[in-house]
């Protein structure tokens, strides 16, 4: 592991799963890509 790299979590992920799920029909999020804010 990257030192000073904050990993993520699953809530980390779960959020972010659920910030798409909740996207309006006019929204398709076709491919996400989740990194640690300071790796991305």
């Known amino acids: 592991m990257r030192a000073g ?3 993520l979590t699953a ?3 779960a959020e972010a799963i ?3 799920a909740a ?3 006019n929204i398709k999020v ?3 890509v989740v ?3 300071r790796q991305g």
């Open 5 to 7: 790299l904050t990993p």
């Open 11 to 13: 809530t980390d992920i």
């Open 30 to 32: 076709a491919e996400m």
């Open 18 to 20: 659920a910030f798409a």
């Open 35 to 37: 990194v640690p804010v």
């Open 23 to 25: 996207a309006p029909p």
